[in-house]
């Protein structure tokens, strides 16, 4: 069955081999005589399931032994409550705010702590990702809080910064949702990480939270049990019933990252490698054009989401509609920015941004 390409920003296309084995795998799990949802998170299959999925998530992310992985549920959102709970104190949190996935966080860590802006691109129409030679840090911050991958503006952060070296103290955090297991992580300049699953992992509701066993005893007191890191990591995230069909496709999905080749690469560097290729592909065609453009920086680009805009934006409705007759799926940009949006995670293949690419050209021929 051939399907089409689809461009969504999430819940987004997962590969097709994961769907495939989930789907022979949906009422009998290796001879078990149960389907992964049908079984206790507490017996030994389900165990299995688990362990291996977050031995594989280290794996492939590299993640040094002084983080606790948690396998959690709430998505990004609920991050953006849970990581003031288990880290503020109550004090000052400073923020770098590229897009609006740092702002939604931003404005809500003032539930729970008091949160600064030590930069931000909104002038911008966020643009770009703010230099660090730019940011005012607080001395007393417990924490710096940035988004590393801006979904909707499509703004990536492509070099952690290195907060140390600016003088702060403060541990850093990443809300990596929509490029986590993208590219990899330089953990020693990294306090937490959290993403939810649904760009490039599986299903929506699974959160990871990836956090240095040093941090996590200083929940406030109001803090949910459920949502407590030092509870959950000492329960290996099993405190309450964990999300375990999400756990689930994670692993198959973590096992099939680990198959990747590319150029003599594997896994993680194949993948980033692949990402790389596919998004300068369709920066490069978007850049040559002078019937769409790109706006963002060049240097803070997105390798996982491709906002564009046609020049002529009467030409919007025709353009998806034709896009949907070529089986390119899910192109309109979101609402808060217009134009169109093509998310390009692990899933799509170099192949559909080919696809992609020839549609452009073709529209623009048809339409100049
Ligand atoms: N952060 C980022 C970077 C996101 O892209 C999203 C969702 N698109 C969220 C947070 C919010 O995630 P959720 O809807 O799962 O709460």
């Given at each position: ?61 590299n993640i040094p032994?002084?983080f ?117 992580v330089d953990w020693s300049r990294v ?178």
């Amino acid at each position: 069955m051939t399907r089409p390409y689809n461009f969504s920003a999430g819940p987004a296309a997962m590969p097709e081999e994961v769907l495939e084995l989930a789907a022979a795998e949906m009422l009998d799990w290796h001879g078990s005589g149960m389907g992964v949802m049908e079984m206790s998170h507490r017996g030994s299959e389900f165990i299995s399931i688990y362990e291996q999925a977050a031995s594989d998530f280290r794996e492939l992310l590299n993640i040094p032994q002084e983080f606790k992985i948690l396998f959690m549920q709430g998505g990004g959102l609920g991050e953006n409550a849970i990581v003031p709970l288990n880290l503020s104190k109550g004090g000052c949190v400073d923020f770098v705010l590229s897009g609006s996935w740092g702002q939604k966080s931003y404005k809500e860590a003032a539930k729970y702590a008091k949160p600064l802006i030590a930069a931000s691109s909104e002038e911008a129409g966020f643009t770009f990702f703010p230099n660090p030679s730019t940011w005012s840090l607080n001395d007393s911050s417990s924490y710096v809080h940035l988004c590393t991958n801006e979904t909707i503006h499509g703004v990536e952060c492509h070099t952690l910064p290195d907060l140390r070296s600016m003088g702060s103290k403060a541990p850093l955090v990443i809300d990596f949702s929509s490029h986590v297991l993208s590219r990899s992580v330089d953990w020693s300049r990294v306090g937490a990480a959290f993403a939810g699953a649904q760009k490039n992992i599986g299903p929506a509701g699974l959160t990871l939270v990836v956090v240095r066993e040093a941090l996590i005893d200083q929940a406030l007191d109001i803090c949910p049990s459920a949502f407590n890191y030092k509870l959950v990591a000492g329960a290996d995230s099993m405190y309450n019933t964990p999300p375990t069909y999400g756990i689930y496709i994670a692993g198959l999905t973590f096992q099939w990252l680990k198959r990747q080749v590319e150029n003599g690469k594997t896994g993680l560097e194949a993948i980033e490698l692949r990402n790389k290729t596919k998004s300068e592909l369709l920066y490069n065609f978007l850049d040559s054009s002078s019937f769409y453009e790109n706006k963002v920086d060049h240097l803070s680009r997105s390798r996982m989401n491709i906002p564009f805009f046609l020049k002529d934006e009467s030409r919007n409705e025709a353009f998806l509609k034709g896009a949907k007759e070529q089986g390119l799926l899910q192109l309109k940009g979101h609402k808060s920015v217009g134009g169109m949006r093509a998310s390009i995670y692990n899933a799509m293949p170099l192949k559909g941004v080919q696809v992609l690419i020839e549609y452009l050209r073709e529209f623009e021929r048809a339409h100049s």
